[in-house]
């Protein structure tokens, strides 16, 4: 067991950077001047569209969350390139049939072609955990979180790796990134409760 925890500092720092990286190369964006630029115009639009649901997926109270959780995870799946979307569709249905080899199989294909396709990321790192390759998950999650900082999704799938591998303090820390996007996940919410019940850790 002592040969993992230089492991759990990598991937703290790995986590921690893909945090900030994310979020430096998220600015320069907002400041392009789009006006004579169709493209720009509509990329604007959409991104307008996603703050104004992720504003939703925040709300403490009523129901707005649920159908903003599914327009968010549907325009994720959505790549731009039919290929890269049915590669990704076979990559996570491998997934759910326990199969994670075949998965990043597919999912190593829809990198190739869409190397800036966060969902991508997101599931391969899910399949390299199942995997047992907790490096190579690490890496895959921390390329998802900086390609898309808000990835909920992500920051829980790195909160259940950090927290099999024995590092609470860090999984709670990632669990609580995501629950301050997506306030209403009940895996990480069971998880924060968990990790805080074992260790009287509290959230600051």
């Known amino acids: 067991m002592r040969a993992m925890f230089p492991l759990f500092h990598h991937v ?21 001047d789009t006006a004579s630029d169709p493209a720009g115009d509509a990329a604007l639009a959409e ?7 992720f504003d939703d997926l925040a709300a403490p109270e009523g129901d707005l969350w649920i ?7 549907r325009a994720w799946t959505q ?27 597919h999912l190593n294909a ?24 907790f490096g190579e998950a690490a890496a895959d999650l921390a390329t998802a979180l900086r390609l898309e900082p808000r990835h909920f999704l992500a920051l829980t799938q790195l909160g259940t790796m950090l927290y099999d591998m024995g590092n609470q303090e860090a999984a709670l820390a990632a669990f609580n ?14 998880a ?7 260790t009287g850790a509290r959230a600051i």
């Open 12 to 32: 703290v720092a790995a986590f921690a950077t893909a945090i900030f990286a994310a979020a430096l190369l998220a600015l320069p964006a907002r400041a392009v």
């Open 47 to 53: 991104a307008a569209r996603m703050d104004a649901l």
């Open 67 to 73: 159908r903003a959780e599914s327009d968010i995870l």
């Open 79 to 105: 790549s731009g390139s039919a290929m890269i979307d049915t590669l990704t569709r076979r990559g996570e249905g491998a997934l759910d049939l326990g199969d994670p080899e075949s998965a990043i199989g």
């Open 110 to 133: 829809a990198i190739d072609h869409g190397p800036d396709f966060a969902q991508a990321y997101y599931l391969r790192g899910a399949a390299f955990y199942m995997s047992a390759h």
């Open 177 to 190: 990134a995501s629950l301050d996007i997506h306030p209403h996940q009940r895996e990480a919410l069971d």
């Open 192 to 198: 924060v409760e968990q990790i805080e019940s074992r």
